[in-house]
Each structure stands twice: as C-alpha cells, then as structure tokens.
C-alpha cells in the first residue's frame, strides 16, 4: 500500500466493494515478490523520493487491460478508486500520480527483461488461483501477427516531404541559414502529387514527386556545404535523409520512417491489406483456456519457423512448464526449425486422428485471440519508440488480456458462489 504513515481520510479498502474483479486483483498479485525483483527504479526530478514500483506496475497492468496511453491512464486513474487501490493506495487521492513521461522513463529503465517479468508475475497470479492450470500449458498453440507502427503510409512523396522538413527544422534550431528551405513550394508539391494521383494522372503525380526528390537533394548537399562536423542529431538525420533520397523501388530493407527507422514492410497475404508497416509478433496460448503465456516481437522479417523455438523458450521461462505439443498453421512448415522434444502439428500437412485431430483444430481458437488483441488492446497500433518499445508494447498487450481473463474468472466465481448461495 501506500507509504504513508498516516491516513488521511476514510480508508479505501473500507468504501470499496470487496466482491469488485479489481479489489480481488490488488490482492492476488504478489507486489511484494514484484518489488524486490524490480526494485524501486523511478525516481522524480530535483531529488524527490523514488515513486513506489506497485504504483508504476499497477498503471502499466491498467495500460494493457484498458488500452490507455501515457496521459489518459494517469489522468483517469485519479477518477477511479478502483485503479488507486489496484496501484496501492490506502485513501482516495485528488492529484496525478506523476507526470506521464514518468511512465516512459521507467520503461526505458526497465528494458525488455522488466517487462517480460510483469506478464510472468501475471501468469503465476492465475496459476496460483487456479484460473491457469499448469498441464493446459503442456498444449500451446503458436502463430505470428503484424504490430502495426503508428506512421503514416510510406509514398515516395510524403517520405521526400517529411525528410526535408525534419532537416530544415534541425538547421533552423542550430542556427544555419539555408540556401532555401522549400517550405512553401514543398506543400504545394505533396499537394498537387496527392491530388493528381487520386484523379489519375500518374504522369503529373510523378512530376511532382520528382520536384520533391529534388527539394530534398538540394537541401543535404546545401546543408554538408555549411558544416564540416554536424551534431550528433543533425548527423543522424542527415543519414537517414540520404537513405531516403537514394533508395530505389527494387531495393531490399528501405527505410519507411523518419521516426521510426526500425519499421518493415511485412506482406501477410492479406486481400484487404497488400503489406503492414510494423513488425512480427509471436503469440503463444494455451490451447484449452485461451490464457497468453507467450508474446514477442521480432524484428528483421524472419521466416515464421524460424520463431517457434524462441517463443517455445519464453514459455517456459514465464510459467516453468515445458510445452509438449504445439498446434502451427502451414507458415511454420520445416522440420529444421522444430525444437527437438516438442511435437508440432501443422494444420493442412497431413490427416490427424483421435486426439490429435481435435489439438489441430483447437489451433485456430488462436485467431480469435489475435483479434481481440488489436481490437481491445494495443497490438493494432504502437505508439512506444524503437525496438524496445515494440517488445514492451507486445508484453503490455498480452499482461492485459491476460488480467481481463483473470478479473472475469473472478467475476465467474462469484457468480457461482451466488447460485450455490454461499
């Protein structure tokens, strides 16, 4: 709870329901385990105390089951008994928590074995309760999904615009007087590229998307004029610029962000949506009680094979159990990538009877699981920075689904201990 020593005001514990699946979350969560392993790592500016850890790792549990940003989880949880007392409060609070870049910081701080290390203390919450039975994590199923970047679509048009912005806006703030900054005639050439393109005069289209490379070739050879030992942001923009003006349409491992450099275009097969800008992720689940107990990113487009070792490792590592069997769509076909001592069923290899048969059919209850993933959390979208900000953003989404399956397994609970009149 919260390191007061006095309390001030009526007591939450006392005004909240105790049948409510949040007031029974706070209290099947071992903070204190969680605590000592994480330790107290945020600490505010000017020398104040450390925040508490449970108030970091309840807001980020209330990110993933909510699908909340930075600023709006902070914002409501001043709203919500509910979230206080989950984040260990004693008494109803009337201030922000702290200030929503806290949240980023103590992500950074954290890394990817931090986060990994909040969806584990979830999953032994719903083994220790019941609600995850330790021989359902013997039978996984395991399938890979795209987790989409919050960028814009990549055109040859925008990317030229863009880049030449993010340069004329770095040499303004170090002071460098260009030649010419291309602001006004730059807007009017994306402008005239997306009207003609929309219409159908491609030929015009191509014109001014021409115009646009050109701005951009201008502006880097204007500004490598100007200054001999450019600043390390400066630097880095430069590179990226060049990259972006010199790379073709037939060339492999293009850059498609200025913000984002670490973005892929990954081609599903999709009829609605030709190619994702993003990155994999591998989800594992149990293949009877649908419970997350595996989620990864993985970057560099590899062969859907080739992460099923990975993912069957994390699994392990999360839940102490070995998967004996796992249930795979026909992306994972080859049997170099299978790891040995696991038996994997690809659906549409070969014909399956008895028990088998029904283990590769239970694999497409996976698709449902990936749905409800983009739909009510975070996998849809990610909106946290680099490589380390999609892994983090992969565990965040499977600590929410997973605390949403414990919260109604709760709620069940209670119902049938209503019916029984208990």
Known sequence: MSSSSAPDGPLLEHQLNPQHPLFKLAHSIDWRALEEQLGRTASGQGGRPPLPTR?????????????ES???VV??????PYWQYLCGEITFQHHLPCHPTTLVRWRQHLGYEGMETLLKYVLQ??????ALVAKDIERVNVDTTVQEKAIAFPTDSRLYDKARRALVRCAKGEGIVLRQSYIRVGKRALFQASRYRVAGHLRRAKRHTRKLHTFLGRVIRDIERKISEPTVKMAMLLKRAKRIHQQKRSDSHKLYSMHAPEVECIAKGKVHKRYEFGCKVV????????WIVGAEAVHGNPYDGATLQRAIEQ??????VKPKQAAVDKGFRGTKYHPEHLQVLVAGTRKFGGILKRLVKRRCAIEPIIGHAKRDHALQRNYLHGEVGDRSNALLVACG?????????????????AACGV
């Not at 807001?59 to 699908?67: A, C, E, K, S």
């Not at 919450?125 to 019941?130: L, N």
């Open 315 to 320: 699994v392990e590592a999360l839940t102490g």
């Open 401 to 417: 689904f997973n605390l949403r399956k414990l919260c109604r397994f709760f709620l069940d609970e209670q119902n049938e201990s």
């Open 55 to 67: 108030l970091l790792v309840g807001l980020h549990y209330l990110q993933g089951m909510y699908d």
């Open 70 to 72: 930075d600023e709006s």
């Open 283 to 290: 989800l594992a689940t149990t293949s009877r009680s649908n």
């Open 125 to 130: 919450s719903a083994m220790e309760h019941g």
């Open 75 to 80: 914002s409501k949880w001043v709203e919500n």
